[in-house]
């Protein structure tokens, strides 16, 4: 991979990211590209920010752990996968935000470990939208009982809502789930809640990002539209 196809994939999305707004009638700024980095080598990651990314995100623990050390300039670290709880304390003082609560169990660990670092730590909830039984994510019906669990917590703030859309050949069948989460985002908003702040909507990836933003996503999750296949 060399810079100018680096290059020209962050024009490609930037592109992609105006014309959905446009077509929306949304400002481009409400809009937040997080560059999702797993596989992808850090010597890559280096150049993607060099060239103006400063969010990027990966899907397990122990690669934030690795990278943090090799990634350079400042950027804020995302975690998008699957959050075992004895993997919280590994990542606890190096991401900006956690996209992928979806337990009681896992809020517990995150308020012990954060309340132990002296850290308020942001994050969303992230909802199971197509209830597979396969994919991670809070049910449905479970959302605000969540939420008014994780108000009790002192280190934890929410900041809004993530999914991951079931996936479909065609990105325009997505288009249902990503409604059904901006009415549930909006539910979520209008709620009492004390130690939330809910503005983010983190929802639509490479294929179907245009429709989430449509939708009325606030923030992008784009890997492949960035660095290329990857091949596992
Ligand atoms: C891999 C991944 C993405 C990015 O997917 P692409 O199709 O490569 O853009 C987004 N969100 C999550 C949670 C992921 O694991």
């Known amino acids: 991979m060399n810079n100018q196809y680096l290059k020209e994939n962050i024009a490609t999305i930037k592109q992609r990211i105006t014309s959905a707004c446009q077509r929306a009638g949304r ?14 080598d850090s010597d890559i990651v280096n150049q993607s920010i060099a ?16 990278k943090h050390d090799l ?24 991401v900006k935000l956690i996209h992928s609560v ?43 009982a969540l939420l008014n669990y994780i108000e009790a917590c002192r280190h934890i703030r929410v900041l809004g809502l993530m999914c991951i859309a079931p996936f479909m050949a065609d990105p325009e069948q ?11 985002f909006d539910e979520v908003k209008a709620m009492p809640l004390q130690n939330s702040k809910i503005e983010i909507l983190s929802m639509g990836m490479t294929d179907d990002f245009e429709v989430a933003i449509e939708e009325g996503a606030t923030m992008i999750r784009v890997g492949t539209g960035l660095y290329g296949a990857r091949n596992y």
Not at 27 to 40: F, G, N, Q, R, Y
Not at 51 to 66: H, T
Not at 112 to 128: C, E, F, G, M, P
Not at 174 to 184: D, G, L, T
Request: proline share 3%.
């Open 71 to 94: 990634i350079k300039g400042p950027v804020n670290w995302h975690m998008i996968g699957h959050l075992q709880s004895n993997k919280v304390k590994q990542i606890i003082d190096r």
């Open 102 to 144: 979806d337990r009681q169990s896992v809020v517990d660990e995150i308020e012990k470990r954060a309340a132990a670092h002296h850290k308020v730590i942001d994050i969303l909830v992230q909802v199971n939208i197509g209830a597979e039984s396969q994919k991670s994510g809070v049910a449905i019906a479970d959302v605000k």
């Open 51 to 66: 060239l103006g990314i400063c969010d990027i995100a990966e899907n397990k623990p122990q690669e934030i752990v690795r």
């Open 174 to 184: 997505v288009r249902p789930y990503f409604k059904q989460m901006k009415a549930i």
């Open 27 to 40: 400002s481009v700024e409400e809009i937040t590209l997080v560059a999702v980095t797993k596989t992808v």
